[in-house]
């Protein structure tokens, strides 16, 4: 009796097997791309309503979001996780979409597209996080 189970996740060994790889990292990506996205419906449209809508139409006090004021929620620890939720998760959600987009219409090579877009992201957070803690410590 044979007691050995194949695994759902690994490939067959068949013809196919030598060009069927792995990855371990996509559950990291589409968890980014998910957050990202939730971000992108929930808290940009709020954002924008706040400043682009109801601060220019007098609906807020001006004080609301002086100089001052925004300063110093920005550089905060509430800022930061701010930032993070605003601008890096969403900037992964669109790597990833650019991503599947550059790999559904065969542009590139994927491996290289997957460090450049994910990469990318990687630095423009690295950069707006970095702007926070800056502010923070002056």
Known sequence: MNMNKIAMNKPSMGQNSAQHKQ???????????????????????????FIAVLLPLGLLPAEALSYERASSLLFSVPGFLFVGAVVCLPLFH???????????ISVGNDALNKKLMYGGAA????????????????
């Open 94 to 104: 669109a790597a990833h979409r650019l991503r599947h987009g550059m790999f559904d």
């Open 23 to 49: 990855a371990f990292d996509e559950p990291l990506w589409w968890g980014l791309f998910s957050a990202g996205g939730v971000c992108f419906a929930v808290l940009l449209p709020a954002v924008i309503l």
């Open 123 to 138: 630095l423009l957070s690295m950069l707006a996080l970095g702007l926070v803690v800056a502010g923070m410590l002056s």
